[in-house]
């Protein structure tokens, strides 16, 4: 006997809340007339018509399937070979393609769907996981070897990570395994495919003339060429490499297969889906389908990690589509539809099978179902999928991000968090506590799937861990204000808070804050979200506001405090080289360089964007790295302009800063190309050199 259970919740985007979700879903218990069977799906739409698109698959696609199996079986017996349901699968993803492409209720010439099914076929519990596009299913395994797995089969997560399950349950360790791969250009064989049908891959910026369009890799039948240099080459600021047509900018696909794009079709975006197929085994535990909103940011192994907490997949479901929705909110100016379905499998008694329903209601749609598994594996001959992940999991906010935190900090350049005092000279002796054994259980839980908190030593996190500041706040307080200069992190250790956006161009006439656009909830044994993490990198404008909308418990960690222990000594080595060329601070120790390199942060502009003004007051002098090139243009005392080029290592805006210098910049300088500057504030000169003098004092 085999107990399990599942949830799914769907979120549609911001900021245009008040657009359909083009996400689609389907549970669809005692499928094909079998009690045992169930049809799991999600469906990510896109495109004018992206949400009809979805509507259409969910709807069109499982009566298809199940339309199919009973056909085969009728014909051919009553358990369908692995080969005899993979065929009819792909037949039902090709006929739900053509009727799409038939239909007069929506238009798919440049519209369409992405599609993640699993189809539990009962008697001997296998699954066939069915892929059209970039949404994923990935499962979690219990154990250090990915035993009944074969060599080079389905891909793992490098790491394996131990995590507490809420409400009591014991620990439990689980490696994420894909079952799925992206169909994207981020892939060397869906690019070679879809360039024998004549299409270009580009990105948005190669298409735009802002990043140069290098040679077509040298890619055939051998071998050559790789699945993530493009990927990672192009990414950073997610912009991906896409499909486009050779006689013009269009469709600008991401991935290379979708249900309907009937214009991309015929550049190799098809709508046959890859399969695999295998049976459960005692060691699988948990399963997940979701859209491509879920994994922007995060990777497998990270939802698997965020679901095992949980005893309820619909507890698991809510923490991974809020962990999800705030890594969007910090690190994008908008949020994808979110959509992912959890299935727990609790026990395993291949003797037979036992199937329950129930279900559940929260501020999303959700409902909850039981499916079941087995115990042998069978594969695909062509079933290897990658160890890492199909395309790049997003670490840097995009650049439109980055320039909207620019033009905010220009607004806002005097305003500080609600939350925070003067911290010139912030004394970290003093901000440091000693936390008992539970409080870093329940921060360590919080920080374990941002990526900013991956990589540090147990010495650095011991250290964060002792600046997090407890914070108690009241109903209504606000936390932090939208377009106020951030400095601290936050992490939910108990109570509810709302996030609000003021959505761009428009004032906050109310004064709440705006549109609530996100609630994030925590309770003690349960999940801490957290928010604000962006401020820990960049000193710039908050993105939203947040209200406490209960009583509630915090942890704040101050962006000084995250960069003394995480930066510590060598930091930014070549920022230091140019920081001693600076007039300002040729007397400098190469101690006080190395401390105040830590401070620098990082933004990104486009050809034509104006960094700096003449004669506009600025506190910030800014550092070209590598790669960008910008123009100088002052005036001369002669009335005449002077004009410079400045490239990779060169900097400007320095005069800001000089002791006794002047408080408006001297020169404008445009951005020719695509740049990325370090950025140094005058208030953390002051911070530098407060530190010192603390230093001396206690000598």
């Known amino acids: 006997m085999t107990r399990s259970s599942s949830s799914l919740l769907s979120r549609r985007a911001h900021p245009e809340i008040h657009k359909p979700n083009q996400d689609s879903y389907t549970i669809t218990p005692s499928f094909a007339s079998r009690s045992t069977d169930i049809f799991f799906g999600v469906f990510d739409g896109h495109g004018r018509d992206g949400d009809k698109c979805a509507k259409f698959a969910r709807d069109t696609l499982p009566p298809l399937l199940a339309e199919s199996i009973l056909h085969s079986r009728f014909g051919g017996g009553d358990e369908l070979s692995k080969e005899a349901m993979q065929d009819a699968i792909c037949k039902s993803h090709l006929e739900c393609n053509r009727r799409m492409h038939a239909s007069r209720t929506l238009d798919d010439s440049l519209s369409g769907t992405t599609a993640i099914s699993m189809y539990l076929h009962g008697c001997r519990n296998r699954i066939t996981v069915s892929n059209v596009g970039d949404s994923r299913a990935v499962v979690g395994r219990r154990g250090e070897k990915s035993d009944g797995l074969p060599s080079g089969g389905v891909g793992a997560s490098t790491t394996t990570t131990t995590a507490t399950s809420g409400g009591g349950a014991t620990t439990s360790a689980l490696k994420a395994f894909a079952l799925s791969r992206d169909q994207t250009p981020y892939r060397r064989d869906e690019r070679i495919r879809c360039r024998k049908k004549g299409a270009r891959i580009l990105s948005l910026d190669q298409i735009e003339g802002l990043e140069p369009v290098k040679e077509e890799e040298e890619e055939d039948e051998l071998g050559n060429g790789s699945d993530m240099i493009l990927g990672e080459e192009i990414d950073e600021g997610g912009d991906p490499p896409r499909v486009w047509s050779p006689n013009g900018d269009y469709p600008g696909t991401a991935f290379t297969r979708s249900i309907g794009d009937a214009i991309a079709e015929d550049l190799g975006v098809i709508a046959?889906?890859?399969?695999?197929?295998?049976?459960?085994?005692?060691?699988d535990k948990i399963i997940v389908l979701a859209s491509d909103g879920v994994f922007e940011f995060l990777t497998n192994q990270s939802v698997i990690d965020i679901c095992a907490k949980f005893n309820d997949p619909l507890e698991a479901c809510r923490a991974v589509v809020a962990e999800s929705y705030e890594l969007w909110l910090q690190y994008e100016l908008r949020t994808d539809d979110i959509t992912i379905i959890c299935i727990f499998i609790d026990e395993v008694d291949s003797s037979s099978l036992v199937l329950s329903q129930r279900n559940s209601s929260a501020d999303l749609k959700s409902s909850v179902l039981s499916s079941a598994e087995s115990v042998e594996s069978i594969y695909l001959e062509n079933d290897e999928l990658v160890v890492s992940d199909s395309r790049p999991v997003r670490k840097n906010i995009s650049l439109?991000?980055?320039?909207?935190?620019?033009?905010?900090?220009?607004?806002?350049?005097?305003?500080?968090?609600?939350?925070?005092?003067?911290?010139?000279?912030l004394d970290l002796d003093k901000l440091y506590n000693e936390k008992t054994d539970e409080e870093k259980a329940r921060i360590s839980e919080a920080i374990s799937t941002s990526q900013i908190f991956q990589n540090i030593s147990d010495a650095q996190r011991d250290l964060i861990y002792g600046y997090m500041e407890p914070m108690h706040v009241k109903k209504g307080q606000w936390i932090i204000r939208q377009g106020t200069v951030g400095d601290r992190f936050y992490i939910i250790d108990d109570g509810s808070f709302e996030v609000r956006i003021v959505p761009e161009g428009e004032e906050d006439v109310n004064n709440d804050g705006g549109d609530v656009v996100h609630i994030y909830t925590g309770a003690r044994g349960r999940s801490h979200p957290s928010f604000g993490e962006l401020a820990l990198l960049h000193s710039a404008p908050r993105a939203a506001s947040v209200i406490a909308q209960t009583d509630g418990q915090l942890w704040a960690l101050h962006r000084i405090a995250f960069k003394k222990v995480v930066d510590g000594k060598g930091g930014k080595k070549d920022a230091e080289k140019v920081l001693r060329k600076m007039l300002a601070f040729m007397s400098f120790s190469p101690e006080e360089l190395t401390d105040l390199s830590s401070y620098l942060c990082e933004a990104k502009y486009v050809s034509g964007d104006t960094i700096?003004?003449?004669g506009e007051p600025g506190d910030s002098a800014f550092i070209i790295l590598p790669g960008g090139t910008c123009e100088s243009v002052s005036a001369a005392g002669d009335g005449s302009t002077i004009k410079s080029s400045l490239g990779g290592d060169d900097f400007f805006g320095t005069e800001v800063l000089e002791k006794g210098g002047t408080k408006k910049y001297?020169?404008?300088?445009?951005a020719m190309s695509k740049v990325t500057c370090w950025i140094l504030q005058k208030g953390d000169i002051k911070r530098v050199l407060g530190s010192v003098r603390k230093s001396e004092a206690t000598a």
């Open 612 to 614: 700096i003004k003449e």
């Open 400 to 425: 439109e991000k980055s320039r909207a935190l620019e033009k905010m900090k220009q607004k806002y350049i005097c305003c500080k968090d609600v939350s925070d005092e003067s911290d010139d000279y």
């Open 272 to 283: 046959e889906p890859e399969m695999l197929t295998r049976e459960l085994t005692p060691d």
């Open 666 to 670: 001297s020169c404008t300088v445009t």
